[in-house]
């Protein structure tokens, strides 16, 4: 069972909005930054967002993040097809010392 | 260009050992918190260590402490996990990451342990 939780799936046609929700603990997401990855079928998992909000360069602009508290969001706007794919949340945890991920949310454009 | 290149991984029966590998290049290997995170067949990455960039410093998920020591050599731009007394649940791929929390997070494209007899 992860530390972090996260909905197991998520849909929309393509142009819409899907918001992704991660929820965790003052001892993880409530202290610490908070990043989020995509993973594609068969690849290592990619740098999506990190410190909550931040979208390294080469990463398109309809992705955003944000955070409140013991959660955080994951929102990508205008869906496209080729943003199918699976996105994890993850976010140190000084209780556990070690960084923890959330189950991942499946994104499938309808 | 950044790459990380991850070897040693394949099949080990319960209660055996394998070290495996991670050479770095294209960047300041010895500038980098590095780490190993693992991702079982079907499930999400799991974090599994990390070491302070001269090697002073590790940290473990509670379920390979006293088994798995992660180590490197800067000389050499490489990352090394020694993996003893292997479990069948210690199947996955392991990737090899920079700074899986920071703006620098990249990750290497894996090697699979199986843990099996």
């Known amino acids: 069972q992860s530390v972090l939780t996260q909905p197991p799936s998520a849909s929309g046609t393509p142009g819409q909005r899907v918001t992704i929700s991660c929820s965790g603990s003052?001892?993880?997401?409530?202290?610490?930054?908070v990043t989020w990855f995509q993973q594609l079928p068969r690849t290592a998992p990619k740098l999506l967002i990190y410190?909550?909000?931040q979208r390294p360069s080469g990463v398109p602009d309809r992705f955003s993040g944000s955070k409140s508290g013991t959660s955080a969001s994951l929102a990508i706007s205008g869906l496209q097809s080729e943003d199918e794919a699976e996105y994890y949340c993850a976010a140190w945890d000084g209780s556990l010392d070690g960084f923890v991920f959330g189950p991942g949310t499946k994104v499938t454009v309808l | 260009e950044v790459q990380l290149v991850e070897s040693g991984g394949g099949l080990v029966p319960p209660g055996g050992s394998l070290r495996l590998s991670c050479v770095a290049s294209g960047f300041t290997f010895s500038s980098y918190w590095m780490h190993w995170v693992r991702q079982a067949p079907g499930k999400g990455p799991e974090w599994v260590a990390n070491i302070k960039e001269d090697g002073s410093k590790e940290y473990y998920v509670d379920s390979v402490k006293g088994r798995f020591t992660i180590s490197r050599d800067n000389a050499k731009n490489s990352l090394y996990l020694q993996m003893n007394s292997l479990r069948a649940e210690d199947t996955a791929v392991y990737y090899c990451a920079r700074a899986v929390g920071s703006s620098s997070s990249f990750w290497g494209q894996g090697t699979l342990v199986t843990v099996s007899s």
């Open positions: 003052n001892s993880n997401i409530g202290n610490n930054p």
């Open positions: 410190d909550n909000n």
